[in-house]
């Protein structure tokens, strides 16, 4: 299956804002959910936002009111929208399509 391709990472202060990307052709893209993941050093990947086909959408508890996912089908895209950042949050995040395989991921840093 097609490797999705996230982009938007950088550095930020605490307080900042970053919006990530996930990008994929149309014929994964339209079928499934979107699942957007973090994982920090020394630390398990952990599920951050999920959006369904329909544009339910669910979050971690860390994140709820901060962040948020969502969809354009036409642009074969996904969105994480990340506001009020915390130096906790700083980890590679990654995107997937339905059972995509893992992209490279990109990089979020907060600093303090």
């Known amino acids: 299956q097609e490797q999705p391709v996230e982009s938007g990472g950088g550095l930020v202060q605490a307080g900042g804002s970053l919006r990530l990307t996930c990008a994929a052709s149309?014929?994964?893209?339209?079928?499934?959910?979107v699942n957007w993941y973090r994982q920090a050093p020394g630390k398990q990947r952990e599920l951050v936002a999920a959006i369904s086909r329909g544009g339910s959408t669910t979050y971690a508890d860390s994140v709820k009111g901060r962040f948020t996912i969502s969809r354009d089908s036409a642009k074969n895209t996904a969105y994480l929208q990340m506001n009020t950042l915390k130096p906790e949050d700083t980890a590679v995040y990654s995107c997937k399509i339905g059972m995509s395989p893992w992209g490279q991921g990109t990089q979020v840093t907060v600093s303090s």
């Open positions: 149309g014929s994964i893209f339209r079928f499934n959910g």
